[in-house]
DNA sequence: CTCAGTGCAAACCGTTTGCAGAACG
DNA sequence: CGTTCTGCAAACGGTTTGCACTGAG
């Protein structure tokens, strides 16, 4: 339970991208970049704000929002919305710079993973489409293997394929 | 501008599924369906809502929002989520049944094209971890031909990568 | 006739914004 | 000291829900 990594150096480039914008270093601002560097996973303003409150840390929800569009505007921290009807925030100072999203639909878990594919598919629109990639998202919906263990199956309610349009 | 498809069809399908589910057939959940098939891009409730007004429809958006909570689970419709702060609503009865989106980060110009390679990343994952893949959802968002010929760039204001840690 | 569906308006909930007071530079 | 930020609370906007009434079966 040691998973506590040293959030200074973090805390520094953002002090160096504010001060680089002419923005004001302040003390909320630290702090709220501290508790998305501290975590480790995709976390919900909800859980920031938890997590500033067990730091003994009194700030608001709307400090914790704006702190989060320049974290994002920094490049230090991803913006994700999984379908929950919130987003959620993840720092990029891991050893994944870029990685992808499998969610459960059952449990909710995430797990990420790297695929180089994505690249390819990339640069295969940029030629055929003469469109310039910038950013990607890719996340795939389905059971993982603990709820599959566990019996979980998925009940399809719809139509079945193929259609038939007659 | 003759890009009316006939969508009895469509519609008889979706009769077809509320009645398997043994849920009534209304005029209003018919109405809605229509608005959605003889459509071709990526609608939004309001969309639907202007559509149906033009067509003479008195419907609310309680029952738009309900009817196409069913059209999705017939797996007739797709809900798509472009990061928008709403849904956009797609028919499944084009001649692409899966396809993934490239969106414009300037014009908001939505362009669809297929990729096997998501199929063989989902086989991947699957065998890698155990996961059961059940849907996908890859976007990729950049710059489009058209804007990129207007001379758009997009303005990084971030730190710059490779993030030095230290 | 009965029960689910509809329309309206109010509730909801994550997020944004306006403003008086606090703090950075 | 002026400008920007913060906290609070109210506003916002897409979506959902409660309820009396309408309509499908």
């Not at 994505?118 to 940029?126: G, K, P």
Request: hydrophobic fraction near 40%; charge should be negative.
């Amino acid at each position: 339970m040691s998973a506590r990594p040293d959030t200074a150096p973090f805390r520094r480039l953002f002090a160096r991208f504010l001060k680089e914008q002419g923005l004001p270093v302040t003390h909320q601002r630290l702090a709220v970049a501290d508790a998305v560097f501290a975590a480790e996973g995709h976390l919900s303003v909800d859980d920031i704000e938890r997590s500033l409150k067990d730091a003994g840390e009194r700030i608001g929800k709307a400090t914790i929002y704006r702190t989060l569009d320049l974290l994002v505007r920094s490049n230090l921290v991803d913006e994700h919305d999984f379908g929950e009807g919130f987003k959620r925030y993840e720092h990029r100072l891991s050893e994944r710079p870029i990685h992808e999203h499998l969610i459960c639909q059952h449990c909710g878990a995430v797990t990420e993973f790297e695929s180089t594919e994505v690249l390819r598919i990339e640069a295969t629109v940029a030629r055929e489409f003469g469109f310039r990639p910038v950013r990607h998202k890719l996340a795939i919906y389905g059971l993982c293997a603990a709820c599959q263990e566990k019996g979980v199956t998925v009940t399809p309610e719809g139509l079945t394929c193929p259609i038939e349009t007659v």
